[in-house]
């Protein structure tokens, strides 16, 4: 194992050490669809999604660092928004999370409901970035990343640690990859207890920048945000820090795309079959096994949400 | 105690060992919606309802006892059938299933893929019953009753005595009531625990013939099959068996009633808040939760299965 593995996956042990008293345990589900499937549904997680695993390890750990932030602040339409704010107010810190304009009044709400000061004026997809630094520097608030930023990969990792440890004899990982936390924190986590575990991606084909990466051997950036079903996953890039334990150190064996089609498929397949309700991301890694691309073996697939819009949902399910 | 729960609720931890090989130890699930309630999502149980911890615990308990039965069979359009199909196949023996002509077409399908025999020429909700003695007499099988049974009894008590080991703090148990079979399991799993826990059964207003057979102190049959969401508890009447522990014993605290409104709500609230993806008579003690009548302190609610049919899940999810 090299330095730098046996580094990061030390890393992700204290991670999850350090947010054990303020996230679920969630179970490892098996089903009746294929004795070798294993579901990590991260939809029972607190805020329902896998995010407060790195958002709780960021501000922890900033903490422990010191000096004391002011506050935090975060970029998101979604489910970054309410890790953030949760992880804040648990340790008595204000949190300003940016959403933009067009973001679902649900998880606008969801994250005001947690504590946390919502800026939407003006905010769209296109100029959030900029916003950010400019109001960071502001209001002198930490920024907590929603992947490129070690202490979040080292807490997302925390979801295939826990995974792993329940079914050690597994031979396939696949995860959504949006900006690459929750992969490389897996890539972690799994490549640590001995290479033999597959680790794989999967993201929308209308998003392949990931796949495009892993084939060019550096990142590439899509043009414009992505119009996809998995609304967690639009990102234009993955994080410099992403790319280097994916690809740079090789950690991921594989990234696969999947259709709109087989996502929407995924959703209702869910909901048939594993009775789970899952947000689109949430489904990808459902819809590269039931679509057959992530060959055979032992599987554990990671759903990283539940919190869906209905509507959506409602469209999904009644698909021919 | 008295010699009625101390025998029955020795046989409903008999009946745990006796299934344990072929059901799933379904977890304990907590929530973000408050903190004092637990779930039994028994969604995730094999078949996807619970309904096959009571039929593995007759078909194996019948053999134990022999002499060996020719075959099984039941009446259902749900998920007894279901149930009934994977006991009867596990054992090695065939299954004939009396299901009615206008039944969903992927319970019958799903109950074929088991191996069972399907019969639905000529039957209705109506004389079903009598079809029932009919076929039984001419192939020889044994019955599997759904509910009216102390095997299928004992068996549905597993699910709550499951519970109470995960958390043996709850004061209120909350499950739906049909014929009765699980809810009379949950009194003898819950009462002989020392009594303290109240048990609730949660019923559609439509169909409250145990609200009524409680209030008499006898059994109070509706004239016809009720009209509900909750399609998993159209029987007409609970049976003898499961009055006598129900209200014979006075094991069960309270029937409480939820309007349709109430049930539709429930289905979205378990999507949106729990992520689970529940068929209405599932959700059935959540809609009494969520409408305040559970009364308060930790509480676990029994959630029957997610076998849903998806048009109408996706009505009930977008409703105002």
New interface residues.
């Given amino acids: 194992m090299s330095d730098f593995l046996d580094e990061h996956a030390a890393q992700v042990r204290a991670a999850a050490t350090r947010i054990r008293p303020h996230i ?1 345990r969630t ?1 490892a ?4 669809l294929d004795p070798d499937l294993r579901f990590k ?1 991260e ?2 997680q ?3 999604s896998f995010k407060p695993r790195g958002a709780f390890n960021a501000v922890l750990s900033l903490l422990e660092r010191g000096p004391r932030p002011k506050g935090f602040i975060a970029v998101s339409s979604g489910n970054h928004a309410q890790a953030v704010a949760l992880a804040a107010r648990t340790v008595g810190l204000p949190a300003l999370i940016l959403i933009p304009e067009d973001a679902n009044p649900a998880k606008v709400a969801a994250t005001r409901a947690l504590g946390a000061e919502v800026m939407q004026d003006g905010i769209t997809f296109a100029n959030r970035e900029q916003r950010l630094h400019e109001v960071m520097a502001e209001r002198q608030l930490t920024l907590v990343h929603p992947f490129d930023d070690w202490d979040v990969i080292h807490g997302q990792g925390t979801a295939a640690l826990e995974l792993l440890e329940d079914e050690p004899a597994l031979e396939v990982i696949a995860t959504p990859v949006g900006g690459g936390g929750l992969l490389s924190g897996t890539a972690l986590a799994a490549k640590s207890r001995g290479a033999s575990v597959r680790v794989v991606g999967v993201e929308p084909e209308a998003a392949d920048d990931a796949y495009r990466s892993w084939k060019a051997g550096s990142i590439q950036k899509l043009d414009h945000s992505p119009a996809t079903l998995a609304d967690g996953v639009r990102t234009t890039a993955i994080g410099v820090r992403n790319f280097e334990v994916m690809f740079g150190q090789g950690l991921v064996d594989e990234i696969v795309t999947v259709s709109e089609e087989e996502i929407a498929s995924a959703v ?1 397949l ?9 947000e689109p991301t949430g489904a990808l890694p459902l819809a590269a096994y039931a679509s057959g691309k992530l060959g055979r073996g032992r599987t554990g697939l990671v759903f990283t949400g ?1 919190n ?1 819009n ?2 959506t ?3 999904l ?2 698909q021919p």
Avoid: I, P
């Avoid at 048939?272 to 899952?278: S, V």
């Fill in positions: 679920r179970a589900l098996s089903t009746d549904a939809c029972f607190v805020t329902g209702a869910a909901w048939t079959r594993l009775h789970l309700a899952l539940g869906a209905l509507e949902v409602a469209t399910l009644t």
